[in-house]
DNA sequence: ATGATTCTTTGATCTGTATCAAGGCAAAAA
DNA sequence: TTTTTGCCTTGATACAGATCAAAGAATCAT
């Protein structure tokens, strides 16, 4: 959608750590051993089938949380049904704030979340006494905060054709591993009426927009949750964003 | 959008320390003397006239501020023109954060601003040896995030006549100033055509939804910019959010 | 004041997406 | 295997809101 989010604090030395990817990459870069130890005593894992839902909206919040595997969705649901998610939870993405004890969204395992969970408390505390570590907080809550704002625009300004080009644009990105040039095997992790939630329109709309850039060769099926970017080019001039993320002259 | 131009307006309005809101409510509640003293050397006052263009998008930020009067509008604007605002700036509300260098949308002022304005170099090292003022800005920053998620149900699900009633009742609730019983007159300060891209409408749809609220009794115009609710359980009746804030049991 | 310009309202019509409906397909269960 | 169940696709139709159009208020400039 656009590359200004780049965060430009100064960037985080690599210290891989071990398997938990919270340790190198959402909050433990830069902790020296005493504070890794202090994570450490407080971390405990916690696994959600597909469907599950994580935490309810209103609830209090137990344990603070870094997505180890799986994908997890945030979403608000109207009296009557009406649906609308209002975020998406990859790997490394972060639960909870500092100073937040409950959540306004339900949080849902899409396909089975594995997570790694910090009692609340007692992470507030090192959080406090830890500035480098409330800095890469404030960075993920930025970071969510662009990415809100972009799917603001996504839901007030595109048609649906523009919605689903942005989206598989979206996982097209997050989803490549920094490859061979061969064409990547996308996994969708969705239903249609969960994609359609995303984007603010039917599982109806979604599956003919779907058949529509099929038939015009932008993208190919293998099955219904499986699908590969045959002309990138295209996919791109369909979402409707500049095509130079967002450089300014 | 080519008409707006940036105003360099040189900074006037000599506001007296005690009424500048940051000092109060954004960044200062807690800091001792040498951190106020610190922040009054680095502050600048500017105006900018209703329509001019506060920052552009992608320009770099060379300060940070917060609003002491007016209304700015946070906005996202597609290559053909579609717009969408992202965001509302009212007085104390702030613009930068920590470590961010740029913006990915325009700020435009919709009536005379005020800003009250920090040295953005000088600012970020005062944030990070002042655990508290980080601290406030991670809550400002979360707040935006929940206002943009409640925003992305709004854009994604409401009905015209709900959004509507939403943004109105928004208003309603921010230009309240505790006061007696009596019906307050709501400044709108927005035109038909920015209240539309705030919610994601036409211009014509939101006069239409206006004329209806007002025909069925629900507020009143004194005149295009300035209305009373009249009826204000109607008005929540008819907002889509469920009546009790969000409590969940 | 007077005319120009910029908003706003309202009407007529169009259209993209929702809604309603009916099968199709594939994985899971029996 | 057959049946069930849960998704998905596709078609027909409806409708909310967009678009096009024109005229009525404010506000601004002269």
Redo the contacts between chains.
């Keep these: 959608m656009?590359r200004?989010?780049k965060?430009?604090?100064p960037s985080i030395a690599p210290i891989k750590c071990s398997q938990c990817p919270i340790r190198h990459r959402a909050v433990c870069a830069r902790c020296d051993d005493d504070e890794l130890e202090n994570l450490e005593s407080m971390k405990t894992y916690k696994t959600y089938a597909a469907g599950d839902v994580i935490l309810?909206?209103?609830?209090p919040l137990e344990f603070v949380a870094s997505v180890v595997s799986g994908v997890a969705t945030?979403s608000?649901t109207?009296?009557?049904g009406?649906?609308?998610m209002?975020?998406l939870l990859l790997p490394s993405d972060f639960i909870g704030?500092?100073?937040?004890e409950q959540i306004?969204?339900d949080v849902t395992a899409t396909v089975d979340v594995i997570l790694c969970c910090f009692d609340r408390p007692r992470f507030e505390s090192l959080v406090?006494e830890t500035?480098h570590i409330?800095?890469r907080?404030?960075?993920l809550?930025?970071d969510?905060?662009?990415a809100?704002?972009?799917?603001?625009?996504l839901?007030?300004?595109k048609t649906a054709r523009e919605k689903i080009a942005t989206f598989i644009e979206m996982l097209a990105r997050r989803s490549s591993h920094g490859h061979d040039g061969s064409k990547n095997v996308i996994d969708l992790h969705m239903t249609r009426d969960q994609i359609a939630n995303y984007?603010?329109l039917t599982l109806e709309t979604v599956s003919r927009q779907f058949s529509a850039l099929k038939k015009d060769g932008v993208i190919d099926f293998s099955d219904r949750k499986h699908f590969t970017v045959e002309d990138i080019a295209a996919l791109q001039d369909e979402t409707?964003?500049?095509a130079d993320g967002?450089?300014?002259y």
Excluded: H, I, Y
């Design positions: 656009n200004l989010k965060s430009n604090t309810w909206r209103g609830e945030l608000k109207m009296e009557d009406r649906t609308q209002v975020g704030r500092p100073g937040r306004d969204f406090c500035p409330a800095q907080l404030m960075e809550a930025l969510e905060l662009d809100a704002r972009d799917w603001m625009l839901l007030g300004r984007l603010g409707g964003d500049d967002g450089v300014v």
